[in-house]
């Protein structure tokens, strides 16, 4: 699939570590996951090259952040605007090494690139203030300045907006960045650093260092363990995100984490159905259901129980499965084998406990699912309680307001949440009861670069994207000037 590139040179398979592409001693395979076959091997690296990109970001900090605003701003735009003219070939790589149709690839790389516009903009507006002094002979100062070396880990799901939204603000504050991408997707990871080269970000300032799943690791290791790294920003999981919490422990670092979610789709029986069985549709299977904010437990209100899985079940039924390269395909295979066997074991658990198989529950040859509805779904099943990641709506039935915020609130995780109805008194009750960091009223997509993205509780720490994003990456700085 990467034969058709249009700009070969932006297959890039070296590791970057100050402004140099490096091979690194041994190699990992990218694969393809709609057919398990090899893309590219890319650098495994290790503490060593890890510990070299650390110094090159500190080395290149100094000239960074005492460029103007405006002059960052202006590689930023440029950088942005690159993105976009090659959004046709990172498309294609994104859907070779993720599995994600292409129009879908493509609309990731604009929305991932527009984090990069926006905190362009955002970079000239990185204001202190200044406050009323209680004595005369002072004043109070209050400047914002970059935090210095960031460092970023990031998932498979997302390959390219999961970076754009930490390093765009990073930049933007004048901080150098560590990225450590996805072993699965490395490759657009990459492509994207090329084109930040090509508009001119200087050396060190972006590194990227590649590992496969064991030598991510000691990467992570590294990076947590770092005086010189004053920031981490991790997405994936909270199982992960508490491990790196932990080590990040010892050097009091500064973290920003998007974390799991368990994110409940609510449909009450005032709502318009046929909105809310559309919003169903790509809040939940919209990259084969493995978004972290994917609709994951669906409770609709007695009176249009039996219509809504009606509606939705024919919908779902539709979906084209098969390789995201194929046009009319819009859904594609699932990521690897963990993926499967916790999709599978969600379905068959759900089966064993009473739940009605509506249509899927079936694995299509190796690499891909069927979409599936499960109706009749209760509190005691296992897709209750954990993220599924994979294309299957359990469907809960529920008959009063106040039952059904008790249950969706009824998680450790508080990432995104939805909910359906055109009565404007329950949209205020209902959008202040639940305990989410992100709450989509009669809409299954929330997320664009103006908006602060983030959770509660367990779903995580701090808030990415809208003017909110770039406050992790400066440090607030209090000057008393006395003796006026
Ligand atoms: P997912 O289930 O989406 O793969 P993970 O949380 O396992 O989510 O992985 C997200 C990112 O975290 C990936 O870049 C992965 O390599 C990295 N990662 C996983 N385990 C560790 C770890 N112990 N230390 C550092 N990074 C890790």
Redesign the pocket.
């Known amino acids: 699939p990467l034969a058709a590139l249009k700009d070969p040179s932006l297959l890039k398979t070296d590791a970057l570590v100050n402004g140099e592409w490096v091979a690194g001693s041994s190699r990992f395979d990218v694969t393809d996951p709609a057919t398990g076959a090899k893309l590219a091997d890319v650098p495994r690296l290790g503490a060593a090259e890890t510990e070299a990109a650390i110094a090159a970001a500190n080395a290149a900090w100094p000239a960074w952040r005492a460029k103007t605003a405006k002059e960052r701003a202006a590689i930023l735009m440029k950088w942005h605007a690159l993105m976009i003219e090659n959004a046709d070939d990172l498309a294609r790589i994104m859907t070779a090494e993720q599995g994600k149709p292409l129009t879908e690839a493509r609309g990731e790389v604009v929305y991932g690139a527009s984090f990069i516009e926006w905190f362009a903009e955002e970079a000239k507006r990185v204001y202190g203030e200044t406050i009323p002094t209680t004595d005369p002979n002072k004043r109070f100062v209050i400047l914002k300045q970059a935090i210095g070396v960031c460092a970023a880990?990031?998932?498979?799901?997302f390959p390219i907006a999961m970076i754009t939204r930490k390093v765009a603000p990073a930049l933007a504050a004048g901080c150098p960045v560590v990225i450590?991408?996805?072993?699965q997707t490395p490759l657009s990871a990459l492509a994207c650093a090329e084109l930040a080269l090509r508009a001119g970000l200087p050396a060190g300032v972006l590194n990227i260092v590649t590992g496969d799943?064991d030598s991510?690791?000691e990467?992570?290791?590294v990076l947590c363990a770092s005086d010189t790294v004053r920031h981490l920003s991790?997405t994936?999981?909270t199982?992960?995100g508490r491990?790196?919490m932990k080590q990040c422990a010892p050097t009091i670092k500064k973290m920003s984490l998007e974390l799991g979610g368990n994110a409940p789709f609510i449909v009450f029986d005032d709502a318009d159905i046929d909105s809310a069985v559309e919003g169903a549709m790509i809040s939940k299977y919209r990259n084969a259901g493995q978004t972290c904010v994917c609709a994951n437990r669906l409770y609709v209100q007695d009176k249009v129980y039996d219509q809504f899985v009606e509606k939705l079940a024919a919908k779902v039924a539709a979906i084209r499965v098969g390789n995201g390269f194929e046009a009319g395909v819009s859904q594609g295979p699932l990521i690897d084998e963990g993926a499967f066997a916790k999709v599978e074991s969600h379905v068959a658990d759900a089966l064993a406990k009473g739940a009605r198989l509506v249509t899927g529950g079936q694995r299509i040859g190796e690499r891909f699912y069927t979409p599936t509805v499960l109706a009749d779904v209760t509190a005691e099943m296992l897709c209750a309680t954990e993220e599924t990641f994979g294309p299957v709506a359990p469907i809960f039935r529920f008959s009063t307001e106040a039952e059904v915020v008790a249950a969706a609130n009824a998680t450790e995780f508080g990432l995104a949440s939805y909910f359906y109805s055109r009565d404007i008194g329950r949209i205020f009750r209902v959008g202040e009861a639940l305990e989410y960091g992100m709450v989509g009223i009669n809409t299954g997509l929330i997320s664009v670069a103006e908006v602060p993205f983030g959770g509660v509780k367990q779903s995580g720490l701090g808030r990415e994207g809208s003017h909110h994003g770039i406050d992790d990456y400066v440090e607030v700085k209090y000057l008393c000037i006395s003796d006026i």
């Not at 880990?153 to 799901?157: H, L, M, S, V």
């Not at 450590?180 to 072993?183: L, R, T, Y």
Request: proline share 9%; hydrophobic share 45%; glycine share 14%.
């Open positions: 880990i990031t998932p498979w799901n450590k991408p996805a072993e799943a991510s690791i990467i992570g290791g991790f994936g999981s199982e992960v491990i790196l």
